[in-house]
């Protein structure tokens, strides 16, 4: 286990605690001696964790700095909080801020200056940090539209038969025939957290910053891009996994596989060609980094390996399509999409960062609450453009 997840279950169980203990001074179970030298306790080892995060996290927040200059005037909202002149001088009450994820001035919102045409940027773009565990990056390639509703009709679907050919002199024309699109509704949805914290924590800029990014946002994050892959439910942001909103070819595609000798490698090929019938370009293949890694360990007839071996410094790639490795894509299964034509992200409130001691018995407990959230909205317009089925040879 890794030092960070070492310390993020720390700092979980610290939460808990806390938990536990503001239930316990509000139901009168403990003395506010016993209480005070507990909170007291618990709020300084949740500061030594929460240095240790930001210690932890330094060096991959260095890794990103010379990407692109013009972009370090982006803060998180951890370091918005922190270094805020509110927090430091915070005598009670409620504070809110809002990570705003692109520069003010330039037109576009939520991350839609993250989408790079040919190009994945990093999840760490457009105010958001994130942990080892996993690289937040699939939002980052849908196309994102402001709305101020709770509800987005949009048209899904919808196919054209092209009738058109060559027609001898007195002879009719071909008929072109469209298949009409659905309406459907996307709902916006509210996604968030609250954590009980302590005044030592609040007061210490570097481990405040450190647990809003990394215990509250990043998980918050974590679930939106969990959703927008494997959301199922009505409730939830319906994924590219759902069904209806991906085009499985998978079957037929295998009927054109080598009779015999046939690899993982030609069903890519394939499911790309698959895809280019449409005249669209891929974007990007999605794999599990099981899958990923079965590719990269086939050899050939020598021995060789056939993506390049350990040894290789070659970016992802598949058939000249970019690969991303996903956690949350599940083992065995592909994705192959244009995605930014495929789906759309919308963006009702940015990220939200709210602290009050104001929550319960917070006030005469000394405790604070802190609460992130987010609301948006996620529809696939063109379930065509996004294949997705089992990576394999057979069923």
Known sequence: MSDLENINKSLDAIEGNLKNLHSEIE???????????????????????????????????????????????????????????????????????????????????????????????????????????????????????????????????????DGSAITAEGNAYGQTTFTKPSLQTASVVDIGAFAYVTNQLITNEAAFAAYINSKMQYKLQFNVENQMINGALDTQLGGILKTGNHTDHTAAIRTDLPSSGATLFDLALLIKADFEKLFIKPEYFLFNPADWTKLCLLKDNKGNYLLGGPQSLATKSLWGVPVITNSLIPTGKYVLGNFRQAATVYDRQALQFRISDQDGDNFKSNMYTLRVNRRLGFAVEMPELILAGNFALTE
């Open 27 to 161: 139901q009168s179970k403990t003395s506010q001696k016993a209480y005070d030298a507990e909170l007291k306790a618990l709020g300084e080892k949740q500061v030594e964790l929460a240095k240790a995060l930001a210690d932890a996290t330094q060096s991959l927040d260095n890794t990103v700095k010379g990407i692109n200059e013009d972009r370090q005037s982006l803060k998180t909202i951890g370091q918005k909080a922190a270094e805020s002149a509110d927090i430091k001088s915070y005598k009670g009450g409620s504070l809110s801020f809002e990570v705003k994820t692109a520069p003010e001035g330039t037109g576009m919102s939520g991350a839609a200056n993250t989408v790079t045409r040919g190009t994945l940027l990093p999840a760490y773009e457009a105010g958001w940090k994130t942990l080892p565990e996993q690289a937040l990056g699939l939002e980052d390639l849908f196309t994102h539209v402001p709305v101020t509703v709770d509800a987005i009709n949009y048209l899904k679907g919808g196919a054209v038969n």
